[in-house]
């Protein structure tokens, strides 16, 4: 079934494949999913929700760190005008 602890692997698998293809937002619905499952089946403090739960931070880090370029970017571009 759809809740089924292999299927949180293949999801998080499918998440990863995505995330090395530079998909952010396929990988983080399908890292989501594979940590509903895994919450749901193992807990919290499981090793195999903490594995997902650290697939799901390295995208959110790589979105704040491209965020904060596209800022000091923008801040170089006004300067330069000025």
């Not at 990863?16 to 396929?26: A, D, N, Q, S």
């Not at 790589?62 to 970017?73: A, F, Q």
């Amino acid at each position: 079934g759809k809740n089924h602890i292999d299927c949180a692997t293949t999801l998080n698998e499918i998440g990863v494949c995505w995330m090395m293809l530079g998909e952010r937002y396929p990988a983080l619905t399908a890292f989501e999913e594979a940590l509903f499952i895994r919450q749901k089946k193992h807990g919290d403090g499981a090793m195999e929700v903490a594995e997902v739960t650290n697939n799901i931070w390295m995208i959110l880090h790589e979105e704040r760190k491209e965020m904060e370029s596209m800022m000091m970017e923008g801040d170089e571009e006004d300067e330069n005008e000025s």
